[in-house]
């Protein structure tokens, strides 16, 4: 059987002129990087996008270490809509080198569903999360300069929260010191800091969120990096670098346009993450395939109860974007895993665990039902899967109301997510779904998080530390009380434990830190034992990489 990069260098795809014809641009709409990838300009974008498509949501159950097969289903349908005559446009993520040499591989699809070209996209594609590294560290340079500069602005080092960055598992940059040095212009001035992963940068989900140039300046302008030792923050924007951040991120905006292995277009742009951040593409990108297509596709980080909830109560709150209507990816095998099947153990991949395990699916299309969405359950096919059980979860389904189709996209392509395409079509022609978010705006800050706790993740409660309960008082002093927020929590569960799957019922989330991201507009409650940089597993996908002696990449994923 041939691997992903093997089915991707033998595609028969066309240039990117020929892909971008298809939705009325011409190669002098385009900034070309080589043949096969694009940015399209906004002004392109504001002048010559004018539909409003009905936008389609993909999001999963929570994930399993059996594969969900979440972005497989996200092309493939993609692929399938046009393999029904539908003008569809995608709008996908941008993978992080982090998880491509880690644990989790890139976020190209597999098999006949993926994003060409995949190699390139995993890895450097157009540099959009160096810029973002670049003008994060250079924010962060900036600032430690200033402190070296007799202080002009009164921080207390001691109070900085502006951390470095880079895209790469690192654990052991999670909590450094600084300013080592024999004085302070050898070394700088000494006091603790740290490294996250370039997706969990503010700067990730401020690049998601813009809508214009104007609109990236006044949020990072807002970016809170310090406070003074009268206890009050410190900005971006007067530090009088956000010029120069600017001129970094001037490409980096624009996004990126590639298709998948049938020709279809999509726009690849942004990439924070939805256990750390908020785990969605681009408002730009998103809203140019709906711009573009009578149809369109996009995918949110993880599962509902991360990039779904995420989605909903960040970006659709922020942008005005309204979906039309939600698909929940599971896989027999993950389901059975939730219902206590054990990977080492192939006879516990028993119906009765496919019975047990499909609490999690009720609970992530319970989820998107409460923001008023009309959902469909795509089962993602594996070979090895047994009729019965199928038919298990399509009566389940049923049973729920919920709509069930069965989607064979990976050994297929488009034609195996015909029926899924033609699903979705159907359910986009019934009544047009009004968005009822998970909060009000003018909930306090506690009560949106236990608002998410309690609906979403199904919690009995809220506990949160001293320093958390500190902080949030002062966010409210500072007049941030009124953002909404943007939970970090391991993606392996429900709750804040990664070890607990299914839905887990008597637990309460335990919120241990409160950051601000008030360029991004959004509050950040920690919890659990979440990292906002992730470590390298035993044994990372980075060791099973290679480069051959005539340039051929081999063993990327």
Same mark, same amino acid.
């Given at each position: 059987?041939?691997?992903?990069?093997?089915?991707?260098?033998?595609?028969?795809?066309?240039?990117?002129?020929?892909?971008?014809?298809?939705?009325?641009?011409?190669?002098?709409?385009?900034?070309?990087?080589?043949?096969?990838?694009?940015?399209?300009?906004?002004?392109?974008?504001?002048?010559?996008?004018?539909?409003?498509?009905?936008?389609?949501?993909?999001?999963?159950?929570?994930?399993?270490?059996?594969?969900?097969?979440?972005?497989?289903?996200?092309?493939?349908?993609?692929?399938?809509?046009?393999?029904?005559?539908?003008?569809?446009?995608?709008?996908?993520?941008?993978?992080?080198?982090?998880?491509?040499?880690?644990?989790?591989?890139?976020?190209?699809?597999?098999?006949?569903?993926?994003?060409?070209?995949?190699?390139?996209?995993?890895?450097?594609?157009?540099?959009?999360?160096?810029?973002?590294?670049?003008?994060?560290?250079?924010?962060?340079?900036?600032?430690?300069?200033?402190?070296?500069?007799?202080?002009?602005?009164?921080?207390?080092?001691?109070?900085?929260?502006?951390?470095?960055?880079?895209?790469?598992?690192?654990?052991?940059?999670?909590?450094?010191?600084?300013?080592?040095?024999?004085?302070?212009?050898?070394?700088?001035?000494?006091?603790?800091?740290?490294?996250?992963?370039?997706?969990?940068?503010?700067?990730?989900?401020?690049?998601?969120?813009?809508?214009?140039?104007?609109?990236?300046?006044?949020?990072?302008?807002?970016?809170?990096?310090?406070?003074?030792?009268?206890?009050?923050?410190?900005?971006?924007?007067?530090?009088?670098?956000?010029?120069?951040?600017?001129?970094?991120?001037?490409?980096?905006?624009?996004?990126?346009?590639?298709?998948?292995?049938?020709?279809?277009?999509?726009?690849?742009?942004?990439?924070?993450?939805?256990?750390?951040?908020?785990?969605?593409?681009?408002?730009?990108?998103?809203?140019?395939?709906?711009?573009?297509?009578?149809?369109?596709?996009?995918?949110?980080?993880?599962?509902?109860?991360?990039?779904?909830?995420?989605?909903?109560?960040?970006?659709?709150?922020?942008?005005?974007?309204?979906?039309?209507?939600?698909?929940?990816?599971?896989?027999?095998?993950?389901?059975?895993?939730?219902?206590?099947?054990?990977?080492?153990?192939?006879?516990?991949?028993?119906?009765?665990?496919?019975?047990?395990?499909?609490?999690?699916?009720?609970?992530?299309?319970?989820?998107?039902?409460?923001?008023?969405?009309?959902?469909?359950?795509?089962?993602?096919?594996?070979?090895?899967?047994?009729?019965?059980?199928?038919?298990?979860?399509?009566?389940?389904?049923?049973?729920?109301?919920?709509?069930?189709?069965?989607?064979?996209?990976?050994?297929?392509?488009?034609?195996?997510?015909?029926?899924?395409?033609?699903?979705?079509?159907?359910?986009?022609?019934?009544?047009?779904?009004?968005?009822?978010?998970?909060?009000?705006?003018?909930?306090?800050?506690?009560?949106? %998080?236990?608002? $998410?706790?309690?609906? &979403?993740?199904?919690?009995? #409660?809220?506990?949160?530390? !001293? +320093? /958390?309960? =500190?902080?949030?008082?002062?966010?409210?002093?500072?007049?941030?009380?009124?953002?909404?927020?943007?939970?970090?929590?391991?993606?392996?569960?429900?709750?804040?434990?990664?070890?607990?799957?299914?839905?887990?019922?008597?637990?309460?989330?335990?919120?241990?830190?409160?950051?601000?991201?008030?360029?991004?507009?959004? %509050?950040?409650? $920690?919890?659990?034992? &979440?990292?906002?940089?992730? #470590?390298?597993?035993?044994? !990372? +996908? /980075?060791? =099973?990489?290679?480069?051959?002696?005539?340039?051929?990449?081999?063993?990327?994923?």
């Amino acid at each position: 059987m041939q691997t992903d990069i093997e089915i991707a260098e033998s595609a028969k795809v066309r240039n990117i002129t020929e892909i971008a014809a298809q939705i009325g641009l011409s190669s002098e709409d385009l900034e070309q990087y080589g043949k096969y990838i694009a940015k399209v300009p906004l002004d392109v974008l504001n002048k010559k996008g004018t539909k409003k498509g009905k936008l389609v949501l993909v999001t999963a159950v929570t994930p399993t270490p059996a594969g969900e097969g979440k972005t497989v289903t996200t092309i493939s349908l993609i692929q399938g809509l046009a393999k029904i005559g539908k003008k569809v446009v995608g709008a996908l993520r941008e993978p992080s080198m982090g998880p491509t040499f880690g644990v989790k591989g890139g976020a190209t699809g597999g098999g006949m569903s993926q994003v060409y070209p995949m190699w390139k996209i995993d890895l450097e594609f157009t540099g959009d999360i160096h810029a973002v590294s670049a003008a994060h560290n250079l924010l962060s340079a900036v600032l430690e300069n200033n402190l070296v500069r007799d202080n002009p602005l009164n921080i207390d080092p001691s109070r900085i929260v502006w951390k470095k960055t880079m895209d790469m598992n690192a654990r052991e940059l999670r909590h450094i010191v600084v300013g080592l040095g024999d004085s302070k212009l050898n070394g700088g001035v000494t006091h603790e800091s740290g490294f996250l992963i370039t997706s969990a940068s503010e700067i990730s989900a401020i690049l998601a969120l813009s809508t214009d140039y104007a609109d990236l300046r006044k949020r990072l302008e807002s970016i809170v990096v310090a406070y003074t030792y009268d206890k009050k923050p410190v900005t971006a924007g007067q530090l009088g670098c956000v010029g120069s951040m600017m001129v970094i991120l001037r490409d980096a905006l624009m996004p990126n346009l590639v298709q998948t292995l049938e020709g279809q277009p999509v726009f690849i742009h942004g990439f924070p993450f939805a256990n750390i951040a908020h785990g969605n593409n681009s408002v730009i990108a998103t809203k140019a395939a709906m711009a573009f297509g009578d149809y369109a596709v996009t995918e949110a980080g993880f599962a509902a109860d991360l990039g779904g909830e995420k989605f909903m109560d960040i970006v659709c709150r922020q942008s005005g974007i309204r979906p039309s209507a939600v698909v929940v990816v599971a896989s027999i095998r993950a389901l059975m895993m939730h219902g206590g099947a054990d990977l080492k153990n192939p006879e516990s991949f028993t119906a009765d665990a496919l019975a047990k395990g499909m609490a999690n699916l009720d609970k992530h299309v319970a989820n998107m039902k409460g923001y008023g969405m009309p959902v469909v359950v795509s089962i993602n096919h594996f070979y090895t899967d047994d009729p019965e059980h199928i038919a298990m979860v399509r009566s389940h389904c049923k049973d729920i109301g919920a709509e069930c189709v069965m989607s064979d996209g990976f050994l297929k392509g488009g034609e195996g997510a015909v029926e899924l395409a033609q699903k979705v079509v159907e359910v986009l022609e019934g009544p047009k779904p009004e968005l009822q978010f998970c909060y009000e705006d003018g909930l306090s800050v506690k009560q949106k %998080i236990e608002s $998410v706790a309690t609906k &979403i993740y199904g919690a009995d #409660g809220v506990d949160y530390s !001293p +320093a /958390a309960e =500190k902080t949030i008082a002062q966010l409210v002093d500072q007049g941030y009380g009124g953002l909404p927020v943007c939970i970090a929590k391991t993606q392996y569960s429900l709750s804040d434990n990664a070890e607990l799957k299914g839905a887990p019922k008597g637990w309460r989330l335990n919120v241990r830190e409160v950051n601000l991201s008030a360029g991004a507009g959004f %509050i950040v409650p $920690v919890c659990g034992s &979440i990292m906002l940089m992730p #470590g390298l597993a035993k044994e !990372p +996908a /980075a060791l =099973k990489i290679e480069l051959t002696d005539d340039g051929k990449i081999v063993g990327l994923k």
